[in-house]
Nanobody, 123 residues
Framework: QVQLVESGGGLVQAGGSLRLSCVVS????????MGWFRQAPGKVREWISA????????SYADSVKGRFTISGDNAKNTVYLQMNSLKPEDTAVYYC????????????????WGQGTQVTVSS
């Protein structure tokens, strides 16, 4: 049974920072890209970042580029999302995902989803 468990969400003021973590258990994904999505109330889920398994390639949506950083720790089967300079429009449920592919890109077909963690940014 594969599980992706996100943590690190919470309430933060605009301009603040949070670091999300996603631990993958049940098996390892030594070839597949990992990524983060988010879904705000009333909106569709959107891709925001991806990393290949070696960590040599990352990509970001324009809305978070320069503010968010994705990274991974293969030894811990964990992917992180460092979020800085948070804005109220970043408020959403953030989901971790494993791709069916190996490339860190916005074209990110999802094999597995996490359960999500809430991020709320107050103005």
């Amino acid at each position: 049974q594969v599980q992706l468990v996100e943590s690190g969400g919470g309430l933060v003021q605009a301009g603040g920072s949070l670091r999300l973590s996603c631990v993958v258990s049940g098996r390892t994904f030594s070839r597949y890209a990992m990524g983060w999505f988010r879904q705000a109330p009333g909106k569709v889920r959107e891709w925001i970042s991806a990393i290949n398994w070696s960590g040599s390639s990352t990509s970001y949506a324009d809305s978070v580029k320069g503010r968010f950083t994705i990274s991974g720790d293969n030894a811990k089967n964990t992917v992180y999302l460092q979020m800085n300079s948070l804005k109220p429009e970043d408020t959403a449920v953030y989901y971790c995902a494993v791709s069916t592919g190996t490339i860190a890109t916005s074209d990110f077909p999802v094999r597995y989803w996490g359960q999500g963690t809430q991020v709320t940014v107050s103005s």
